[in-house]
């Protein structure tokens, strides 16, 4: 079954605004990745945050990390037409040897101008 | 050129076909990944490998095989194709750690009638 599960499943907002993405997942792990993608296309990494980590930024980008929840947030401020496109959310298992990134189902957000 | 190449880009075949999907990468990484997307599915794990000599099944391998004939080099087989194969597939590489980003193809995008 899928490590991650990202909510809201579908996300429509105005342009300015900002989208907030959330990712639950079940076990330990060595960290959290967000990756992108448009419509059709290759995923593209965006942020990757440890498990000892609670917080970064890139850019217009900023991730939480509770891992006493075992959850995670991606927040876009300010945002634009071309954010849109699908978010993942991928967690590396903290178990020893199990290090290949398991994906969750996504976000698919649009942005309205 | 793109780091990671998956060929061909589209692929249209019959039920029972053999059929093989190719992926080369000029990242030098040694991990290599193929996944599967089905709408609302997110990317499910279908094989991986460490190193040309690590082979690996992910979580949805039945009717599947790979071939890793170099490093820079990971191929995906359907022995006989099903309707329900058809999907949008990906390779995808990392370096060693699993803590650093993978990096993905463009995509295959196969139909099984």
């Known amino acids: 079954s899928q490590q991650g599960e990202e909510d809201p499943q579908a996300l429509s907002i105005q342009e300015g605004e900002n989208a907030t993405m959330n990712c639950s997942y079940k076990t330990s792990i060595n960290n959290l990745q967000w990756y992108r993608q448009n419509s059709g296309r290759g995923l593209v990494h965006l942020i990757l945050i440890r498990s000892n980590e609670r917080e970064k930024h890139s850019g217009r980008l900023r991730v939480t990390l509770d891992t006493s929840k075992k959850s995670s947030s991606l927040l876009i401020t300010?945002?634009?037409?071309?954010?849109?496109?699908?978010?993942?959310?991928?967690?590396?298992?903290?178990?020893?040897?199990?290090?290949?990134?398991?994906?969750?189902?996504?976000?698919?957000?649009?942005?309205?101008? | 050129d793109a780091d990671v190449t998956q060929t061909p880009r589209n692929r249209i075949t019959k039920t029972g076909k053999r059929i093989m999907l190719e992926c080369s990468q000029t990242k030098g990484h040694d991990r290599m990944y193929w996944y599967r997307q089905d709408p609302g599915l997110g990317l499910r794990l279908i094989y991986y490998s460490f190193d040309v000599k690590d082979i690996n099944k992910g979580e949805i391998s039945d009717g599947y095989s790979v071939s890793r004939q170099a490093q820079a080099k990971f191929s995906l087989s359907l022995e006989s194709a099903i309707p329900n194969q058809t999907a949008l597939y990906f390779c995808a590489t990392s370096s060693g750690t699993g803590t650093t980003e993978a990096f993905f193809g463009q995509g295959t995008r196969l139909t099984v009638v």
Not at chain 1, 78 to 95: E, H, I, K, L, N
């Open chain 1, 78 to 113: 300010a945002s634009r037409a071309a954010d849109t496109a699908s978010y993942f959310c991928a967690t590396v298992p903290g178990v020893q040897g199990a290090q290949k990134l398991v994906f969750g189902q996504g976000t698919r957000l649009t942005i309205n101008p």
